[in-house]
C-alpha cells in the first residue's frame, strides 16, 4: 500500500470550522485517558492509566495465597502473549469462579476467587475516586476549560458528552461552571434512572448531556423499589468493571440506554462526534459507532488517538472501509480510509502558524532544518480542551 501524507493545517482548520458551527450537533466521547491527564499543579485530580492502576493494586495485595495466584495468573497471560493488565486479570478471575466447581485452581477456591475479585474492585473504586481531594484540585481542572466552552459556546443543540470513565471530574467541572446538565437521573431526595428521558431527549432539550457508559461513583439498585439510584459518592456497585464480561454487562440496563444513545446520536444527520483518551479497545462501543454511521450520510466521528498506529493495526482494520470514521494520531492519521503521517509539505505563513501553534509539533532532521513532519498534540485532552477555549477567535 501507497502510504500519504496529511496536511495537518487543513484539518485543524476544518475541525475549528466545525466546532464553531452552531447548527453542528455536537458530541464528545471520551475515555481513560482524559481522567489520567492532569494538571501539572493539580497532580490529586490524576486517575492511574491501566499499566500504573494494575501496578499499584497488585503491590496492595499482600495475601500469600492471592499473590501466589496471581502470580500463575501472570504466567497464563504470559503464555498466550497477553499483557498483565487488570482487565486481563479478572477476566480469568471471573472465568475461574465460572468453572472452578469444589476443585481449586491457582491454589484457590471458588470463594477465594470470588474474595479476591472483591478485592481488586474495591481497588479500582478506590483509586477512581480522586473526588476525596476536590479541594486540592477544583479551580485546577483540566475539564474545568472544556466545561467553559460548553458554558460559552451558543448552540441550537447541547453538547453531549459519552464517557467510560467512572469518577466524577466532568461532573465537577460542569458543575464549577454552574452549568446544568442532564445525566439519565432524575429526582432530588433519591434521584433514580430514567431511560425513557435518554431515548427521547426532548425531555431536556436545551441542558447538556453526560452519559456514562459504563457507569458511575455512586450509582446502586434499590432493592426495595428496583430502581438504579444514585447515592453517596464513596456507594458504587453499577460499574461495568474491566474485563471480557463488559460487553455482555453493557447489554443491560442502565448501560444497554447509553449506547443506544450513541447510535441515536450518530444516526441522526448533521453529528459531530469527537473521541479523545478512547484506544477503541471496546468492541461494544464500537460496533455502536460504525451502526451508527452505517445510516447516516452526514455525520461523522473524528477520533483523537493518543497511540501509535500503522496499517497493520486493528485501529486501521475498522477505520478504513468507514469514511466518515477518520483516526487522527500523534504521528499520522486514517482519513477517508486513507492511512498516511502528517506533513506540511510547504513552510506555513505567519498567520498559519499562529492557526496550529501548541496542536502541532513540526520536527528537525538531524541538520536542524523544517522537515514538516511532526507530531499532532491535539490528540491529548488538556490542547484538545485548549483549542475548543479559542476556536471562536481564531475562525
Not at 14 to 39: E, P, V, W
Not at 282 to 298: R, V
Request: proline content about 3%.
Amino acid at each position: 500500500m501507497k502510504l500519504k501524507s496529511h496536511d495537518p493545517r487543513e484539518y485543524i482548520r476544518m475541525l475549528q470550522q466545525l466546532l464553531a458551527s452552531d447548527t453542528k450537533r455536537i458530541g464528545f466521547l471520551f475515555g481513560a485517558g482524559t481522567s489520567i491527564a492532569s494538571n501539572p499543579t493539580a497532580i490529586e485530580s490524576r486517575v492511574p492509566g491501566v499499566k500504573e492502576m494494575t501496578k499499584i493494586i497488585v503491590d496492595s495485595i499482600k495475601e500469600r495465597e492471592f499473590q501466589a495466584a496471581l502470580d500463575k495468573i501472570k504466567t497464563e497471560l504470559s503464555k498466550d502473549g497477553v499483557d498483565f493488565y487488570i482487565e486481563y486479570i479478572l477476566s480469568l478471575i471471573i472465568q475461574k469462579i465460572k468453572v472452578i466447581g469444589d476443585d481449586k485452581l491457582c491454589g484457590l477456591d471458588k470463594k477465594q476467587f470470588e474474595t479476591l475479585k472483591d478485592v481488586i474492585e474495591k481497588k479500582i473504586i478506590e483509586l477512581v475516586s480522586v473526588h476525596k481531594n476536590i479541594d486540592k484540585f477544583r479551580d485546577k481542572l483540566i475539564h474545568n476549560e472544556f466545561a467553559l466552552w460548553i458554558k460559552m459556546a451558543q448552540r441550537k443543540t447541547p453538547v453531549e458528552i459519552f464517557t467510560t470513565n467512572y469518577d466524577y471530574l466532568f461532573e465537577i467541572a460542569l458543575e464549577n461552571q454552574n452549568l446544568p446538565y442532564f445525566d439519565g437521573f432524575t429526582g432530588s431526595y433519591q434521584p433514580f434512572f430514567f431511560s425513557s428521558a435518554i431515548e427521547d431527549i426532548s425531555y431536556y432539550p436545551k441542558t447538556t448531556k453526560l452519559w456514562k457508559i459504563h457507569g458511575s461513583l455512586g450509582w446502586k439498585k434499590n432493592d426495595d423499589t428496583g430502581n438504579i439510584c444514585r447515592y453517596q459518592h464513596d456507594d458504587a456497585s453499577i460499574l461495568i468493571y474491566p474485563s471480557f464480561s463488559k460487553y455482555e454487562h453493557s447489554q443491560k440496563l442502565p448501560y444497554l440506554s447509553f449506547i443506544d444513545r450513541l447510535k441515536s446520536f450518530l444516526r441522526d444527520e448533521d453529528g459531530i462526534l469527537i473521541t479523545c483518551g478512547y484506544s477503541f479497545g471496546d468492541q461494544h462501543i464500537n460496533e455502536a459507532i460504525l451502526q451508527g454511521l452505517s445510516m447516516t450520510k452526514s455525520s461523522h466521528v473524528f477520533g483523537f488517538l493518543f497511540d501509535d498506529f500503522d496499517e497493520n493495526s486493528s485501529i486501521f482494520n475498522l477505520a478504513k472501509t468507514e469514511p466518515n470514521l477518520s483516526i487522527y494520531g500523534k504521528r499520522n492519521a486514517i482519513i477517508n480510509g486513507k492511512i498516511g503521517a502528517w506533513k506540511i509539505n510547504n513552510e506555513p505563513a505567519e498567520d498559519e502558524l499562529k492557526m496550529i501553534n501548541g496542536y502541532y509539533e513540526v520536527s528537525k532532521d538531524a541538520a536542524g532544518n523544517w522537515t514538516g513532519e511532526g507530531n499532532l498534540r491535539l490528540i491529548d485532552f488538556s490542547a484538545l480542551a485548549d483549542f475548543l477555549t479559542t476556536i471562536r477567535g481564531s475562525i
